[in-house]
């Protein structure tokens, strides 16, 4: 997930997660990638230039599973 490699998640890398997870694991066609990355930035008050901390993903993946 973090293809640049800097051990952070950027909003584009958690949109293109978030976008596999939904067409591949879950299936679900009323959820979109964009807005479940959204609401995980929003979750820990991040904008969209910021990123996302090992420990912040660990934690937002739980809000993950609750969307889906």
């Known amino acids: 997930m973090d293809t640049s490699g800097d051990g952070y998640i950027s909003y584009d890398e958690m949109v293109n997660f978030a976008d596999t997870a939904v067409g591949l694991v879950f299936n679900k066609e009323h959820l979109d990638a964009d807005s ?4 995980i930035f929003n979750m820990f008050e991040l904008d969209k230039n910021q990123k996302l ?3 912040q993903f660990i934690d ?3 809000l993950i599973i609750v969307i889906m």
């Open 60 to 62: 937002g993946y739980d």
């Open 53 to 55: 901390s090992k420990e």
């Open 36 to 39: 479940i990355a959204t609401a």
